[in-house]
Structure formats: structure tokens, C-alpha cells
């Protein structure tokens, strides 16, 4: 099992940043790979960005591309999202995921608000 704590939601004013933490325990050496997701009230988690931990690789979904920055700290085993240029349609309850490899994602954080405001 993998543990999954996200930190770092808020609310800010459009074209502010905030940076997300999601801090993994238990079996992490068998993450293969990590990823962002994110749910709007009324609409379906959508897919933010991912890394893999073994190349440091990353993708990011079109709406954030150029925005948003995921990166990581193998030693502490944890996840970040630099989230720059924010805007009113980011508002999201922000969830991190972590997936072993050859596998989808398995294990889930409890999620962080970003509410921002216009």
C-alpha cells in the first residue's frame, strides 16, 4: 500500500500561484509513475500532468501546458505542482496518484481545494 497526503490548496486571485505537495509513504519504491488530477464541481476528473520517477519525464494535459509544473524529490518521495498563472476555470479540488509500473494509477490522495477567483 501507498499513503498519499496532498498539501498547499488555497484561494487566490487570477494570475496568482500556488504550489502543491503530495508527500507518498508506505510501498513507494513501487511507484513507477506519479500524476495530478483535478474535479470541478459538476464535471469529471480530468488529468493534470504526470512523472515518472525513473527519467524524471514528464506530460502535461493541453490546458496547462506552459502553466502548471510537476516535478519531484526522490528522496523525500514526494510530488510537487507549481501551479503559475492561475485562472478562474482552475478552480478544482486538486487530487494526487500514484501508479506501480505496468499498472494504472491505484492509490489516491484525499485531494486540496484551489479555488481562484476572478
Known amino acids: 500500500q501507498v499513503q498519499l497526503i496532498e498539501s498547499g490548496g488555497g484561494a487566490v486571485q487570477a494570475g496568482g500561484s500556488l504550489r502543491l505537495s503530495c508527500a507518498a509513504s508506505?510501498?513507494?519504491?513501487?511507484?513507477?509513475?506519479m500524476g495530478w488530477f483535478r474535479q470541478a464541481p459538476g464535471k469529471e476528473r480530468e488529468f493534470v500532468a504526470r512523472?515518472?520517477?525513473?527519467?524524471?519525464?514528464?506530460v502535461y494535459a493541453d490546458s496547462v501546458k506552459g502553466r502548471f509544473t510537476i516535478s519531484g524529490d526522490n528522496a523525500k518521495n514526494t510530488v510537487f505542482l507549481q501551479l503559475n498563472s492561475l485562472k478562474p476555470e482552475d478552480t478544482a479540488a486538486y487530487y494526487c496518484?500514484?501508479?506501480?509500473?505496468?499498472?494504472?494509477?491505484?492509490?489516491w490522495g484525499q485531494g486540496t481545494q484551489v479555488t481562484v477567483s476572478s
Open positions: 496518484a500514484a501508479a506501480p509500473a505496468g499498472r494504472s494509477y491505484e492509490y
Open positions: 508506505g510501498r513507494t519504491f513501487s511507484v513507477y509513475y
Open positions: 512523472m515518472y520517477w525513473s527519467d524524471g519525464s514528464t
